[in-house]
């Protein structure tokens, strides 16, 4: 393609409201312009990339046997309804009306759609097992569009679903997805891992995310400094034993802690360690309170009380609750005397804590050498707190460390969720009606286009993998009005088209300076310069990924740009 006919709106500036270096190198480089905040259009060298992606996951898709559908992104709400979600999802689902103002949400997803879909026609265990897979457009309402292509409202999504007649076969599904997800980021060039993850409002259980490793990354992965092991944060299991203090037992007393309502506070003010204070939160599940406790150098997870207790909503008690609930407000409550209906559960380590602190009940008013089982009694004891860097690794090997993750996969086991409430069922070999099985497996397919740039690009611009790169080679014409340079140009142009490379030809007449800056900026993987040598024969071939620039003879051109 010559670049005189292609549309590459360049910019010199940064773009003000973009602050991920992907969303200001996709602008700058005329890959994407922003309709409205959140929503992009793909110009050309933006929709090669796309489609190189795409390209990626059909291959890896179709080599484990998926079938390639395309389903409407209109979605009647009566299937949301029968799901339970049009209540559920929240206002991330992008809902409207039609003329007859009969309720449709825009796709977000497409569980329902394709529960319905085999529902109608696949009725006997024979049709299975099956996995459908879809690229297309999906909508969010997100409340703060950011980062670009990283949180949009308008998005390309690689979405599958597997479908089996039991646990055995989604487990076979799973793994297989789960592999060729793994191969198309590895072929994708991302620096990346699968680590265990919550379903959120998709339901089920055992999933994963596949999270590329970059400091923009909104998601905090945990991961062993010595294994293979990583999970999201929220997931992330605690395995550290705790010694029990063997102090000898005090008697509880109350003291008066002013307006000393944080941990940190009232530690200070009682010189005592944050490890000796008990942390109370109250928490409503699913609208029942639960008083939760952790250690006072811990952070209570939230996701892991939704786990333990099997509820659909966990939110923290506003002020009012709490003190309508317990008599006091946040920062004095805790486990001594709390109402009868209020269920208390703690994380494993407030069960060593011996003599500690926690609140009173009272504003202003803490207790000291609070004791668990002899002042207070706990109905569960669980595994509730986020874990923490240096923390020991749950498989036993290295300790923790952190890193941020942008999420550009997911793969969930549904089991029978969405079969069962939308009654999709088969017969089995003994005819006996059972709910279908189902796996739900995600791709960010645009989204993959700004992790690849978060991680390889330079102060010049992007560096695209030769998987990604929007053309093969970009050939550069330094001068074209020296005849030696335009003729050896316009030759090689021909001569490199025909042995089936993808040529971005630089014909403008443009200054040099301008063509290079554009070239790094596009960041096309190889970089043919005709220069001030064309009439030897001699050209520049820039490597872009390591920078090292080499003269080569025309003759050796092709073998050497095939090496690279």
Partial sequence: MRQSNLYIPTLREVPSDAEAISHQLLVRAGFIRQSVSGVY?????????????ETIIREEMDRIGSQEVLMPALQ????????????????????????????????????????SLLRDEVKSYKRLPMVLYQIQAKFRDEKRPRFGLLRGREFIMKDAYSFDVGPDGLDRNYEAI??????????????FRAVIADSGAMGGKDTHEFMVLADIGEDTIAYSDQSEFAANIEMAPV???????????????????????????????LDVEPQKCIKSLLWMVDEKPVLVLSRGDHEINDIKIKNVLEAEVVELATEVRTKEIIGCEVGYIGPVGVPEEVKVIADHAVASITNGVCGANEPGKHYQHVNPDADFNVDLYEDLRFIKEGDPSPDGKGKIVFAKGIEV?????????????????????NGKAKPITMGSYGIGVSRILAAVVEQMHDEDGMIWPKSLSPFDVHLICVNPKNESQFQLGEDLYAKLKNDRLDILYDDRKERAGVKFTDADLIGISVQVIVG??????????????????????ISELERYISKL
């Fill in 239 to 269: 395995k550290e034993t705790y010694t029990k203090d063997t102090s000898p037992v005090k008697e509880r007393i109350k003291v008066d802690t002013g307006n000393k309502r944080t941990i940190s506070e009232v530690a200070e003010y």
């Fill in 76 to 115: 009647p709400s009566e299937l949301w309804e029968e799901s339970g979600r049009w209540e559920t999802y929240g206002p991330e689902l992008m809902r409207l009306n039609d003329r007859h103002d009969r309720k449709f949400a825009l796709g977000a997803t497409h569980e329902e759609l394709i529960t």
């Fill in 409 to 429: 996969g997911h793969v969930f086991k549904l089991g029978t969720r969405y079969s069962e409430s939308m009654n999709a069922s088969i017969l089995d070999e």
């Fill in 178 to 191: 789960y592999n060729a997800y793994m191969n198309v980021f590895n072929r994708c060039g991302l620096n």
């Fill in 41 to 53: 259009s793909f110009l050309p060298l933006g929709r090669k990339v796309l489609r190189k992606v």
């Fill in 532 to 553: 001030k040598r064309a009439e030897e024969g001699v050209v520049e071939v820039k490597n872009r990924q390591t920078g090292e620039k080499v003269e080569k003879h």
